[in-house]
Structures are given as C-alpha cells and as structure tokens.
C-alpha cells in the first residue's frame, strides 16, 4: 500500500464543491484482498476505532461501513474511512469520502475532505499505518499517533472565534481565504475583501489598538469620559507607591505591567510593609510596576461589536477547590477525570494544566502541587479566565444593566476599537457598576470569543454574525464579478477578449491566463497562470473590481478552482488529442466532466456561455444553476433554435450580423467583418471566439454599445493575443504565428488557411511530449495534408520521452503525405522559426507555431526590427 501521488483539491473539483485530500495509491498484493479474507483483520479495526461505528457508508445507516468491513471490501475503501476517523478524533470532523479504482490496475483513488491540509495528510499517513498494522497483527499506538493528530490540529486549524467568523461569513455566502497558517483571513474577493485576524478586523485602527495595550491611557480615557474605571498609576519606587496607595485609598493590587497569567500580581494589600513586598515581588517580573485600588466582585467580559453590546460572560481562572486531605495535584487529576473535561475543550471543558506557569501561580499562594488545601479553601491553578487552560465562563449576555452596556459600547468607542472585549468587576451585572462599587479594568483588541461560543454555562452567543453583520452591509457578499473560461482550444483569446470588453473607466479589470496576470492590460506576471494559484492570486488583489480567469484543465484535476461562484462560466469546446491519457482522463467526455465544473459554480443570477456546434459542451447545461447563452455561427443550429423557442438568449451571425437573440427578439450588434480578430470574417475559428466572447460581455450585463464598441478595438496582434493567430507580412510572404498544440486546433487552423490566396504552405511545427502516441501521429497526418513543407523541431518540454521520439512519431503521421514533399528538422523552436523565416519565399504562407509564447514573440519583435527583415 503505497501513495503513488497526492493532492490537495484545495477548491470546488470533480469530487466535490469542498476541498479534499485526493490520494493514488497502489495496493500491490493487497489489491486481492478484501476485509473477510484476512483473518482477525475486521475485528482488530473495529476494536481499535468503534466511533467508526457512525459511519454509514453505502449502506446508509448507522454501523454500515462495519457491515461492508465483515462482508469484505478492498483497503482503498478502508483507508478512506480510517482517514476520516482519525481527522474526526483529532477535532476535525469530516463526513465525505471516496475510493474509486483507476484505469490503471491495483491503483485506487483515494479521496477524503479536510478542513486542514496539513492534518489531513498526517491523518492519511497515520490511517496507512494502522490499516497496515491490522492487517498483517501488528500492535499500533493509537492513543499516541491520536495525540499527536490533535497536536497537529491545535497548531494549524483556524482558532474557534476566527472559525465562527469564517462560517458565518459562509452562511451569507461570502467567501473565504486563509492567508496564512495562522488566523489571517480574507472575507470576500478582490476590491470587495475585508480581512480578519483573529476578531480584529481590517477597520481596526492601528492607533486604537495601541491605546488599548496602554491601559494606564486606556483607563485614564475612559475616566475622563466619566464613566466607572479603576484607574492605574505607574509607580517608580517604594515610597512612590505608598504615596500613591494614599492617594488612591486600601486596599490596592500592585502587578507588572506586563505579567503573564497574573505573575507577580498581589492583591488586597492595607499596610505599607505588605506595599514595599509587593512592589519587590512585581519587579521581579517587568520594570515597570502598576498600582490600583483593588475591587472585589465577579469578573466578567462584554463582548461589543459595531457599536454595541452582543455577549458577556462571568469569567472564572482554573481552580480547585480543598478538602483537606488530597493535594492539589491530586484535585487537578481528578478534575481533569471528570466527564466534563473532555481533553480537547471542542465538547466541554478542558484540562486544567500543571505547567511551569501553574507552578508559578501556585507559588504566589504559597502551595507547591503536593500541598495539602484547607477544606473549602479557594486555589488557583491559573489566574486568566482562559478557556484553553481550564476557565469556566457562564453566559450572563441577558442579565447586563441596560446602562453598563451603554456604558461598555463607549468604552470601545473612546478607545476607537470596532470589535472590543472589556473587562468589568461587579457583584452584579445586572445593576448598575456605579450603585455597588463596580468597575471597568479594562480594554481589549482582538477580545478571546471562545467564552460566548461555547461557554460552560448558558446559551452560546452568536458573535461571529455579529462581526460579520459589521463589516459587511445586508446583502453584500463581499465578491466581485468573476468570469471563467474553459475549453480545449480558443480559451486565452476568449479570456483576453472579454477582459477587453469588460473594460470602462473606474473599473479595474483582472485577467489569469496562458501568458500571465494582468491587471487594466499590464502583465504584472509573467508565465502560464491559467491554474488556481494565480486566480486566487489575483482574487487577493484589492484592486481588482472583476476577474477573468481563464481555467485550463490541469489545475483542476491538480488543486481544484481558486472560486466557488462565478457570475459568467464560458466553455468553447472539448476537443481531440489534448491532454488525454493523462490524470485518467482517457476520452473527451472524461475532460468534458472536469471543464463542466465551472458551469456548476454559475451564480443563480449569471449565465453558462456555451457552444451550441460542440455536443459535450451543449449538454453541460444541464448541470447549470443558472440561464444558458447558447453561441454558433449557424443560426439554424437545432440548440439555438429549441433554446430561443423556450425564451432563451443565444449569439451567432445572421447575413453577416453578429446578433444577439433574446425569444423572438434579435439585435443586429455589427457586421461581423469588421471584428479585426476575425480577419475580415474569414477565420471561423476566430469568428466563434468572438461569438463566445461577445455572449460573455453580455451575460456580465455589459451593455451593447460597449460592446460593439470592445469588438471593434480588439485585434489578433502581438501585443492583445500574441501567439494566437497573429497575421504579418514579411518579404512577400504572408505569416501566421499561433499556439495551437493539439490535432483540434491544427485541423482549425488548416481550414482556416483556405482563407487566404496562398497555395503553397510551409509549417514550423512540434509536439509536448505529454499527447499519446495516436495523437501525436495524428498531427503528423494533418500537417502532411495541410502543408507543402514541414519544418520539425524539440523543445526542452519532451515530459518522459526520449530525445528525438516525438520527431519520429510526426514523421510517422507525415510517412506518405499526400502534400508534403520536403520534411526538415531544426533543434530547438526558435531556431526552427528562424531557419523558416530566412528561407520562406516569396508568395509562400509561413504558419510558425509558437509553443513557447513569451520566447516567440520576444524573437519576431527583434528580427522583425532588423533593416533588411522588411516586416510589418
């Protein structure tokens, strides 16, 4: 059982519109060995993971997938539901899964979801281990490899009160980012996104949170605000202590200012001996010591957000209580054994720790963990009401004083803080600080919001929402515009295009694709950036009011899509020959069902751009959540007709006018000769790149003027399409630069040469080393009818073959040609175009494929520049 490969599909994908873990993996021998022909095997999996009894699988019922492990199923299926379990035990619970045979033998695809990459491919790691262990009778340490699956989670699983923010930004179906591995968050895309770090939002103010870590300013704020605070003083010696005590009033708390856990802090101090060993003590911990008048009470959290008050909570630190004859340690362990304390704090409480820090803590009381507390005596293991080290908070949101939560939302508003935890001491939230002593001791940024989530006592509060409703007007999903693109062949000029069209002053337009990230028509990156990473990219970009995003193959089967909504999804076609045999996908309706994933993502109010000529393509509407926009240059196309007939929208060209039909009803936008991409509405294929294009503008809610105005000003050259059917005349022959790398596209381009007066034609051309044999050879075929001279060459792009085998396998398609009577071979694709362009003749038509864009077009602007090259 060995993992061929495995991916993180970190966006919707084949499987699924979640992420998951998507692993390959060979079986070996055990590829013929079902659960109920290893003996003990079942038996020792379910003793190890009886949660596993909750796992319904195929059966559909509690205890399913045990019936399918004694009726016998292959471990591919076992290791998926093993995977789950332990990312369930770590605190990650998942519910989905799949184990599907490939086409390869013995190798099975394993999938899992996961709300953590990391843990999710430790879990599948640890899952191999125990499957392996049970069966072949090996012990395994379960209760360890659980440990440290949890450890895993606690370090890189968003915290509770980001989490609760995140999925109540998903319940207003606004998306999400995580920018880092730690609580850094995107809330939304592009020019649209708030971002959150913990509680704090983006709309925090750098000066309010610096004011909040000052609390002596902090306080001395708020008491000139007049409301009741407990204000405190720096003091800078003994007697400057003293001499504040009587200037404040007994008893005092002197503390270090920045004390963790409540270190060095004394408190209910009344003579000055008690204030020097205070003062001494504190020093210990930080130079700078603080004096306040102490004040006896309940502790308690108000939570405001906005501007108001959401949740409060009665806060209480780690503590036991003495009984006079077990020691303390002994308290901790049998707290920590109570039922209520389940270890991870996800369920309940969790464990009171006896760490260094508790050590510490207890010291300040005079205890070490073997003493002996009185009975009924009060000790404190820790003094923060911190959840994750044992706190208790009961949620008292209902009870607070209609005037203290007046009170707290000015606080926050003094202090300049949107989201604001502040600290209260009262005998009673429920009257009013001032008619019983009560005071503010505090301010905070980025409050803990654990304690109203799932406090131990009360009714959860929902403060995500509330963070949420904040920073995000009713309504607003916080996404911009996004269109992707698709296809086999056409999907970088349609992408191009319709971020040309999409154009108009005070919108920024973003664009990924083949040839890099553009922002407003500059590359700001260079390269091929169709895949995931550089949409999501381009989606971070807080510029960016609408994206294109051109949506090739290989990153949706690699990491899933960047999106899980697109306003407009276009598929231009599902060719031959392209990337087949690789991934599994073996036939066009195999990369048919990867490109309809865009299609699926279509909002409700957006629209699927599909093409009515292609079978596969026009029956992705189906799976389609929104309206459809059909294109074909036919009107007649029996697709276009059914779909007008039933109040559909459709594109194509009617006696030369590109028209846009609505029902009955049809606009004649322009003649379609004069879209410069089509060559005077020569290039069929181009022609349909408009019509794609066009149909695109149209569901984006462009309006037609600017359309026919964008259509007008885009043209097929170096600099708006380079590399896609870029037409030049040089020496008196007519050359044609194009990407096109597949037997669709060549068969297109070969008929869109009937176009043009030339008879005789020279190709440049080659092959990555990626396309199956049959198709390779298939090009060979083409060029061999299409073209009177052949020049071949190799690039670096050869994948696992052999130097030279994918020239033999072109020269096997062009082997009897009935055209091509001179085949030449050229290393390296620049060369090749140079060889061609100082030995084309005059009157001859030169299609040089550019299978490197960038390189391409960088060499034709330089040799074209030469005196004696004469190009235009």
């Known amino acids: 059982m060995e993992f061929v490969k495995i991916l993180a599909l970190r966006g919707p994908n084949i499987w699924a519109y979640f992420p998951v873990i998507e692993a390959w993996v060979d079986l070996g021998d055990l590829k013929d060995s079902p659960s109920d022909s290893i003996p003990g095997f079942s038996e020792r999996l379910m003793n190890w993971l009886p949660g596993m009894i909750e796992h319904r699988c195929s059966v559909g019922e509690r205890g399913g997938f045990f019936e399918r492990l004694r009726r016998g199923t292959y471990p591919a299926h076992i290791l998926e539901h093993v995977t789950i379990e332990l990312q369930t035990l770590a605190g990650s619970p998942v519910g989905y899964g799949r184990a599907r045979e490939s086409s390869t033998e013995g190798i099975y695809k394993v999938v899992v979801k996961y709300k953590d990459e990391t843990l999710a491919r430790e879990c599948l790691a640890a899952a191999r281990e125990l499957v392996l262990a049970a069966i072949y009778d090996r012990p395994f340490d379960l209760a360890t490899a659980v440990a440290h699956l949890r450890g895993i989670a606690r370090q890189n699983l968003l915290d509770p009160g980001t989490d609760a923010i995140v999925q109540a930004a998903r319940r207003r179906n606004i998306p999400f980012l995580r920018m880092n591995t730690g609580n850094l968050v995107q809330l939304g895309t592009g020019s649209r996104q708030r971002r959150i770090l913990g509680s704090g939002t983006g709309q925090t103010g750098v000066v309010a949170e610096s004011i909040a870590r000052d609390e002596v300013l902090a306080r001395d704020l708020l008491d000139s605000a007049g409301l009741p605070v407990t204000r405190c003083y720096p003091v800078l010696n003994e007697a400057d202590a003293w001499e504040t005590t009587e200037y404040i009033g007994l008893p005092v708390t002197l503390r270090p200012r920045n004390g963790v856990e409540g270190l060095g802090a004394t408190a209910h101090l009344f003579t000055r001996e008690q204030v020097d060993a205070a003062y001494q003590r504190a020093l210990q911990v930080d130079a700078t ?498 073209f009177d001279r052949v020049i071949l060459y190799e690039d670096n792009d050869l994948y696992r073959r052999k130097p030279g085998e994918i020239t033999t396998l072109l020269r096997q398609g062009l082997a009897g040609a009935a055209r091509t009577s001179e085949i030449e071979y050229v290393d390296g694709g620049l060369n090749a175009l140079e060889h061609a362009l100082r030995t084309v003749q005059p009157g001859e038509l030169l299609v040089a494929q550019a299978h490197l864009s960038d390189p391409t077009v960088r060499f034709l602007k330089q040799f074209l520049a030469q005196p004696e090259a004469g190009g235009n």
Not at 575 to 599: Q, Y
Not at 747 to 774: C, E, H, K, N, Y
Request: proline share 5%.
């Open 289 to 786: 010591v603080l004096m306040e008048r102490t004040i006896t009470g309940n502790r308690y959290r108000l939570l405001v957000v906005g501007g108001r008050l959401v949740a409060a909570a009665q806060c209480q630190p780690a503590q036991v209580t003495g009984d006079g004859v077990a020691t303390i340690r002994a308290l901790v362990e049998r707290e920590n054994r109570s039922t209520r304390r389940c270890g991870d704090g996800e369920a309940g409480l969790c464990q009171i720790p006896l760490d260094e820090l508790s050590l510490a803590v207890l010291a300040d009381q005079g205890f070490t963990p073997e003493s002996v507390a009185d009975a009924g005596a009060t000790v404190l293991v820790r003094r923060d009401a911190d959840l994750d080290t044992g706190g208790t908070a009961i949620d008292v949101t209902d009870l607070v004083a209609p005037v203290t939560a007046q009170q707290a939302a000015l606080a926050a508003q003094i202090v300049g803080l949107d989201v604001a935890g502040i600290d209260v001491i009262a005998s009673d939230i429920s009257a009013p600080l001032e008619s019983q002593g009560g005071r503010m001791v505090g301010v905070h940024a980025s409050p803990c919001l654990r304690i109203h989530l799932t406090p131990t006592e009360g009714e959860p509060r929902p403060v995500g929402e509330a963070i949420v409703d904040m920073i995000f007007a009713p309504g607003d999903t916080g996404r911009i515009p996004i269109a992707a693109v698709t296809g086999t062949n056409g999907k970088t000029t349609v992408s191009r295009f319709l971020a040309h069209l999409l154009q108009r002053p005070g919108t920024s337009v973003g664009l990924t694709c083949t040839d890099g990230i553009y922002l407003d028509g500059q590359r700001i990156v260079a390269g091929d950036c169709s895949g995931p990473t550089s949409a999501r990219n381009l989606l971070m970009h807080p510029r960016v009011d609408v994206a294109v995003l051109e949506t090739a193959r290989g990153g949706i089967l690699r990491a899933g899509l960047a999106f899980n909504e697109c306003q407009v999804a276009v598929v231009t076609n599902i060719g031959e020959g392209d990337h087949l045999g690789i991934s599994d996908m073996n036939t066009p309706e195999d990369l048919a069902r990867v490109k309809c994933g865009i299609v699926e993502l279509v909002s409700q109010r957006g629209a699927a751009v599909l093409n009515a000529a292609d079978p596969l393509v026009a029956g992705m509407a189906a799976k389609c959540p929104g309206p459809v926009i059909y294109f074909a240059a036919d009107p007649a196309n029996l697709v276009i007709q059914e779909h007008l007939a039933a109040g559909g929208r459709a594109v194509f060209v009617r006696a030369g006018q590109l028209v846009l039909a609505s029902g009955a009803t049809e606009d004649a936008l322009l003649p379609i000769h004069e879209v410069p991409v089509t060559q005077g509405g020569r290039i069929a294929f181009e022609v349909e790149n408009t019509l794609a294009a066009t149909a695109a503008a149209w569901g984006m809610d462009v309006s037609r003027e600017a359309i026919a105005d964008g259509l007008r000003t885009f043209a097929s050259d170096l600099e708006k399409v380079p590399s896609r059917f870029n037409v030049m005349e040089y020496r008196g022959a007519t050359v044609i630069v194009d990407y096109g790398h597949n037997s669709h596209a060549l068969r297109a381009l070969i008929d869109a040469l009937q176009a043009f007066p030339q008879t005789r034609r020279v190709a440049v051309f080659s092959s990555s080393g990626d396309r199956r044999d049959a198709d390779i050879v298939l090009m060979g075929q083409l060029l061999g009818a299409g």
